[in-house]
């Protein structure tokens, strides 16, 4: 790949459950990122790089956008900010079936935003139509595209829509290189999407994994790590009757490693409390939320 392509950052934006990593997931044809229905899934900003001959787009993943009630609410915002500061394009994600945007004239600060209504599958034709004819005037968006992540539908309208305002360079990362974070913290989120997926609705949102120790050869990997909790009650129903739930969370989550890694992987997990950890600093700067 030589000369001159249309490179740059896409900060992915929106409010929690539009589907931003869905898209993602989808732009890049793989499953690169966990989701689930769970708000507040995404907790840290992750980069997806698309290459093609004339454009490398790196895709940031956020968290949703939403009002803070601890210190990891405040670190996700921030996430947020950072995104949008160092982007180039910023792509506001819109439930289709929930349209109301819910940011400020300056959120993008200076940055052309692109409307992405989501999940069109779930309306009529002409509701679309009608819903993509109201955003045009909107002075917030310099463009509007209505997407189906989940059935893959339109998404190279968002693609040319993002090529139209990326500047032309070089390549910003090396052009097989698909995420910009190693397998360590990718193991987190998969040992964690695998916990949002398994519990209760009340346990997720104070889940969070520490890998304590990461080991690989050619052949296979080593994983060890804790899953935290906020409450003792907690801890028991992430263990499970016997260890069931832990079995299941292990094994969903050993798989999906195998799967990214393409090789053998031992997981070793365990539950830890640690009371109030979103409220604590020093444990989110442990926890790798800094």
Not at 75 to 98: H, K, P, Q, W
Not at 100 to 110: K, M, T, V
Not at 126 to 135: C, D, P
Not at 265 to 288: A, F, I, M
């Amino acid at each position: 790949m030589e000369g001159l392509i249309k490179s740059g950052f896409v900060a992915v934006t929106g409010v929690p459950n539009a589907g931003k990593s869905t898209l993602i997931n989808a732009l890049m044809g793989d499953r690169l990122l966990i989701a689930s229905e769970k708000s507040q899934t995404t907790r840290r900003q992750l980069r997806c790089i698309l290459t093609a001959e004339d454009y490398q787009i790196v895709f940031v993943d956020t968290p949703g956008m939403h009002q803070p009630k601890n210190k990891l609410g405040e670190f996700m915002v921030r996430e947020i900010e950072n995104s949008v500061a160092n982007s180039d394009v910023v792509l506001y994600i819109l439930d289709a079936t929930s349209p109301s945007p819910e940011l400020s004239e300056d959120f993008a600060r200076g940055k052309p935003v692109i409307l992405v209504i989501n999940k069109i599958d779930l309306l009529f034709p002409k509701h679309t139509e009608e819903l993509i004819e109201s955003f045009k005037s909107d002075g917030r968006f310099a463009k509007v595209v209505a997407v189906s992540a989940s059935s893959r539908t339109n998404l190279n309208e968002v693609i040319e829509a993002v090529k139209g305002f990326l500047p032309s360079g070089g390549l910003l990362y090396p052009a097989d290189q698909l995420m910009d974070c190693d397998y360590r913290l990718l193991a987190a989120e998969l040992i964690r999407e695998q916990a949002l997926l398994q519990l209760e609705d009340e346990v997720p949102h104070g889940i969070a994994v520490e890998i304590v120790d990461f080991s690989e050869s050619a052949a296979e990997a080593t994983i060890l790590a804790n899953i935290i909790v906020e409450r003792e009650s907690h801890k028991g129903i992430v263990i499970g009757r016997g260890g069931s739930m832990l079995k299941i969370i292990g094994t969903g989550a050993r798989l999906g490693i195998q799967d990214l890694m393409d090789k053998r992987v031992h997981l070793k997990l365990w539950v830890k409390v640690k009371k109030n950890w979103r409220k604590d600093p020093n444990q989110l700067k442990w926890l790798g939320y800094k």
